[in-house]
């Protein structure tokens, strides 16, 4: 959940039938859902966030910048991810997911369209989709969640400069700074046993258990 | 490689805070501070030195537990966007059908309460209050009068509502396919085949020593046992969890278990505050006692309310009399949060034969509870609970045993209404102790209750013979009805390594 959220707009899924789809039998194993970003400008693309619901392998496409007035080529960023190990049971199919710029094939930093095609190869599910998608773009960097630049762009030849003496290290201060605030996030989150007083103020007089 | 280090903080993250509250984080403070007197402390390596000093003194390897605790108990955490829910239980359809299942037992406990006039929860009148102190080491013999009570639900009410859980997105047609499954439980979990558990459980294989098969009295000690004895001892001088649970998986040495569990579950040795409503001081040690005592203390523990956030049940709820609606009044019933079932005491009382003092018998119980026995009554998808243990059990025999399945099923003798019971209860009170005993080793050490389904099959791959005979569920309730003569290590040994597949 890095980044900010690009307003999109996610249209209906299309299905991919060989032949005639009012005669053959089955139900359809691919699906294109085709997500668009209305009134934005091209982006550079961080982060791909879904709910998934029994799909079970994933890939992605962008349109090919091209010149104007030729048709967009599209080419594959994320090819068969797969979302459940098992086509035909119960794991992976309705798990968050989110996909990053780093997995992907190919360069993100102008995006305008994704197509999304989900396969699901097995006959037992009755259907099958992603839900409340969410893409996000780079978001203005905080600092306690940057890393150091030779860490992030590995392909440069430079070395890392070596740390003086006694000096600490300051990549494992900017991540125990990471964690700290993850630490206080969870600190912040629902938990039973806060509730779980025993009595109030020595009263546990209770009539009947309640439904809601 | 940055989703690896992110995904790595996330779990660092929820431990530390998990220890933040702990018992062990208040000594180690305090260890810290005292050890500042120490000459071997110096200001300009003061961390280093006492890094050092935890190491020497124990310390590091208490904490080491304590995160190993932490990593077998709790799941990983989740998604950072899926709620709450979705870390109890990620099917929809599930946590419904738990819903509805807890909707159920309310409603039955309601119309108790209602039928038989008596409150749900009232503060005890001051006599009755002395009375139970004087009596509190013989409650065992003196019950008050239950006899109009029923059991708020029995395991059999439970199984069927298992075998109507079904998945909405899912093909449940009555024409054949290949996935047809020809048992009770019809929902697509995954569950392992052979091959998968003799890779989980390799260490219960033919070539490696195992308590319950090597100790025979015709087997010589010097082969494995005492060799087995000395190792045990040297876990126990280290007191590293992690290489405990490794160690009980060949099974523990009776006189070295009562400490390999504690060790395993992380119980420290020093009492803890439970919120005991009366005082323990000496008592006649009567197993009915203390059960009694145990689950009177567990159901006021609130506590346990913690493992609710990775149970896909949820602890009933009620009011303050006259404050109905009024969250500030709200409070958990039973304060536990936990609603026993028929049988549930069965839990408890194989405990009772390895721990002699209550607090420790009852941080066990308690700690087996939240890490394993709340899995076997409660509707999730996760791999140790009730339903894929059902499952696995089902698909053991339909793929291993087929004759026999389809003989079962054509005489009406569904395999899992017999094995059922066994599952849900543990084994506990179907198995010679010392047998049952020799199982739990086996759950603490692979961390999953998976070996009840395998044991389940193989009892009945043992007793085949018999069962290809009978020609209705009594008569094969019959044969399956006694299981105290049987050694569950061979048979689990011999069905899963031996049989030919």
Redesign the interface.
């Known amino acids: 959940?890095s980044g900010l959220l690009v307003p999109c707009h996610v249209k209906s899924t299309v299905a991919l039938k060989v032949g005639d789809m009012r005669t053959s039998q089955g139900r359809p194993d691919v699906l294109v859902v085709d997500v668009t970003f209305p009134n934005v400008a091209p982006f550079e693309l961080q982060e791909i966030?879904f709910?998934n619901?029994?799909t079970a392998f994933l890939s992605i496409c962008v349109p090919q910048h091209t010149p104007l007035h030729t048709p967009s080529k599209w080419v594959t960023c994320l090819r068969d991810y797969c979302l459940m190990?098992?086509p035909?049971?119960?794991?992976g199919?309705?798990?968050?997911?989110?996909l990053?710029k780093?997995?992907m094939l190919c360069d993100m930093t102008r995006v305008l369209e994704l197509r999304l095609i989900l396969q699901q190869p097995s006959?037992?599910?009755?259907?099958f989709t992603v839900e409340?998608a969410q893409i996000y773009q780079q978001g203005p960097k905080s600092p306690s969640l940057t890393?150091p630049k030779w860490l992030?762009h590995p392909v440069s030849n430079e070395q890392p400069v070596p740390s003086l003496e006694g000096l600490p290290d300051p990549r494992v201060s900017s991540?125990v700074q990471?964690?700290?605030a993850?630490?206080e996030?969870?600190?912040a989150?629902?938990?039973?046993?806060r509730?779980?007083?025993?009595?109030?103020d020595?009263?546990?007089?209770?009539?009947?258990?309640?439904?809601? | 490689?940055?989703?690896e280090?992110s995904d790595l903080?996330?779990v660092?993250?929820?431990i530390?805070?998990k220890l933040?509250g702990s018992n062990l984080y208040a000594q180690l403070e305090r260890q810290a501070w005292a050890c500042l007197q120490r000459p071997e402390i110096r200001l300009e390596s003061l961390k280093e030195d006492i890094k050092e000093f935890f190491k020497i003194s124990g310390w590091e390897k208490k904490l080491q537990n304590a995160v190993y605790s932490e990593l077998n108990v709790y799941p990983l955490p989740?998604?950072?966007?899926?709620p709450?829910e979705?870390l109890k239980e990620?099917?929809?359809y599930m946590r419904k059908a738990q819903g509805s299942w807890e909707?159920r037992i309310?409603?039955s406990?309601?119309s108790m309460?209602?039928e038989l006039s008596i409150?749900?929860?009232?503060?005890r009148p001051v006599g009755e209050q002395k009375e139970l102190l004087n009596k509190w080491n013989e409650m065992g013999t003196d019950e008050p009068d239950l006899s109009l009570f029923r059991p708020v639900y029995a395991p059999k009410d439970f199984l069927e509502v298992l075998i109507n859980l079904r998945?909405?997105?899912?093909?449940n047609g009555d024409s054949l396919?290949f996935?047809t499954h020809l048992g009770l439980i019809q929902?697509?979990?995954?569950v392992k085949d052979i091959p998968e558990l003799k890779e989980c459980f390799v260490e219960l294989g033919l070539t490696t020593g195992q308590l319950g098969i090597d100790d025979s009295t015709q087997v010589p000690p010097e082969l494995f046992e005492n060799e087995h004895v000395r190792i045990g001892q040297k876990v126990l001088v280290q007191q590293d969890s992690a290489a405990a649970q490794q160690y009980i998986r060949q099974g523990s040495p009776t006189a070295l278990r009562a400490e390999l569990w504690a060790l395993i579950l992380n119980i420290s040795s020093q009492p803890e505050d439970v919120?005991l409503t009366a005082s323990n001081d000496d008592y006649y040690f009567v197993f009915e006692d203390y059960l009694y005592q145990v689950l009177l203390c567990f159901s006021?523990d609130?506590?346990v309310?913690?493992h609710?956030?990775y149970n896909s049940a949820s602890?009933?709820?009620?009011?303050?009399?006259g404050k109905?609606g009024l969250e500030e009044?709200?409070?958990?019933?039973p304060?536990n949060?936990v609603i026993p079932f028929h049988g549930f005491s069965m839990y408890v009382a194989p405990l009772c034969f390895l721990y002699h003092e209550p607090y420790k018998l009852y941080q066990i119980f308690r700690e087996m509870y939240v890490r394993f026995f709340f899995r076997l009554h409660s509707i999730s998808?996760h791999p140790s609970g009730i339903v894929s243990l059902c499952l696995l059990f089902e698909t053991l025999l339909q793929t291993y045993l087929p004759q026999l399945f389809y003989h079962l099923r054509e005489i009406g003798a569904q395999p899992l209404r017999i094995s059922f019971k066994w599952m849900v209860r543990a084994f506990s009170g179907y198995l010679a102790t010392d047998q049952l005993l020799l199982l739990w080793d086996r759950i603490l050490g692979y961390n999953s209750l998976e070996i009840l389904a395998v044991l389940a099959a193989a009892v009945f791959a043992f007793r085949a013979v018999n069962l290809m005979e009978v020609t209705s569920l009594a008569a094969a309730e019959a044969v399956l009805a006694d299981l105290s003569t049987l050694k569950v290590m061979p048979l689990l040994q011999i069905f899963l390594f031996a049989t030919v597949t």
């Open positions: 959940m966030m709910k619901y029994y190990p098992d035909h049971s119960e794991e199919a309705q798990e968050y997911v989110s990053f780093h997995q006959p037992l599910w009755l259907s409340e890393f992030s991540e990471q964690i700290w993850l630490t996030m969870f600190r989150s629902h938990s039973y046993t509730m779980g007083r025993f009595d109030m020595g009263c546990y007089d209770l009539n009947l258990l309640s439904y809601t | 490689m940055l989703q280090e903080s996330l660092i993250a929820q530390v805070q933040k989740s998604h950072p966007s899926a709450p979705h990620p099917l929809v909707k309310l409603k406990l309601n309460c209602t409150p749900l929860a009232r503060k998945n909405p997105n899912y093909e396919s996935r929902v697509p979990l995954k919120k006021r609130t506590s309310l913690g609710f956030a602890p009933p709820k009620s009011y303050i009399r109905l009044y709200a409070v958990f019933y304060p949060g998808s």
